[in-house]
């Protein structure tokens, strides 16, 4: 159970951002299985499952949370056991009700701290998928839409600012820097390439089958077209945003930027085997018949601390938090006696020790270092 319980709490630990990390589809990665998720209120009529002082949580309101998790667990090829699924929910539940208390103990201060680091975590998010139509469509996909990431985000992001002056959670600059200079290994980007690519899918868009041999057939004859012009010099982000079905890249000319290990080994050996402004010959994956232009092949370097730096902080926020886990449980449950927190559905009332409850939630805030 201690095991269920920490890898529950890292995948709350996550936040929001559990729900889209990894899911920015590039052509050589697969992109999650698209579903349409109704609401569970428009189901079933709502009720309350815990409730306190100026506080509840609806069914619907933890259905919604369960569903984005359990998205995400499937677009990572996880199962979830009957008995882990109860008690994610019930980490789930006590996630929910921590948020609505932190946010009752919100100043001013802290919601504009919390709206700061939102828009940082969303543009973050932006840039990772590559578009905001490919952003939607990774939303989509795991029951979820721009309007409620950004409402859920905010809230996180706003509780996190509350948990971090009540308990003094401060991580100054000169700790950041600090952990920079300790940690080169930590920070080394390696050699990547800069390059855009026009795709011609060999899938169907909204089944994901394999085209037939003579859709095949003719997508490839389009390919050679596209080929020649490209190789005849015309502006090849004009051709891709004309031709490429890759949503995840067109709108920008077909651009991404990625290192070794990224893409799969076909795309990935034409790319690196290109002279810059070279052109490729028709590159065949398993997503269909692929034309790609090198534009830049960039060295192995220490990525600048100024780009790492946010990262950094919100990693070191979580290790203060982690060595200062019982001064956090202990302020969370004096909060919920305080605001009288009762748990009124009995299958999601925590059974375990106080030392092996979920943490209270402190997102970090993308992607931290490993």
Do not use: W
Request: aromatic share 4%; hydrophobic share 35%; proline share 5%.
């Amino acid at each position: 159970m201690k095991r269920a319980t920490k890898f529950f709490a890292a995948i709350l630990a996550a936040g929001s951002l559990s729900v889209v990390q990894g899911l920015a589809a590039a052509p050589g990665q697969a992109d999650s299985p698209a579903a349409t998720k109704p609401k569970t209120s428009d189901l079933f009529p709502d009720e309350v499952v815990a409730k306190g002082k100026g506080i509840q949580v609806t069914r619907s309101q933890l259905d919604n949370a369960m569903i984005s998790i359990k998205s995400t667990f499937t677009a990572r090829g996880q199962d979830i056991t009957p008995d882990d699924m109860t008690h994610l929910e019930q980490a789930v539940l006590d996630r929910l009700i921590q948020i609505q208390i932190l946010l009752k103990k919100a100043t001013d201060a802290d919601k504009a701290l919390g709206k700061e680091t939102c828009d940082q975590r969303l543009q973050a998010i932006k840039t990772r998928a590559g578009s905001e139509e490919a952003l939607n469509r990774q939303l989509k996909s795991v029951g979820t839409s721009p309007q409620e990431l950004q409402a859920k985000m905010l809230e996180e992001s706003t509780a996190q600012a509350v948990m971090e002056r009540e308990l003094k959670l401060k991580v100054s600059d000169d700790d950041v820097k600090k952990f920079y200079d300790d940690n080169p290994s930590k920070f080394e980007q390696p050699e990547m390439v800069r390059a855009s690519h026009i795709l011609l899918s060999t899938k169907d868009p909204d089944t994901n089958k394999e085209l037939t041999d003579e859709q095949k057939s003719a997508k490839h004859k389009k390919a050679e077209e596209v080929l020649k012009r490209a190789k005849a010099g015309e502006d090849f982000a004009k051709l891709a945003k004309e031709y490429s079905e890759d949503p995840g890249s067109k709108d920008k000319g077909g651009e991404y930027q990625f290192s070794r290990g990224q893409m799969v080994p076909q795309f990935e050996t034409a790319a690196f085997s290109l002279k810059t402004n070279e052109v490729s010959d028709i590159v065949t994956t398993q997503f269909g018949y692929h034309i790609i232009k090198l534009s830049e092949k960039i060295p192995a370097k220490k990525v600048e601390l100024s780009k790492v730096a946010p990262d950094i902080k919100e990693y070191l926020k979580q290790q203060l938090a982690q060595k200062r886990s019982e001064d956090v449980q202990q302020y969370m449950t004096n909060l919920k006696k305080e605001y009288g927190v009762e748990i009124l559905d009995d299958n999601l009332k925590m059974k375990e020790t106080a030392s092996n409850e979920p943490p209270p939630i402190i997102s970090p805030a993308g992607k931290t270092q490993k």
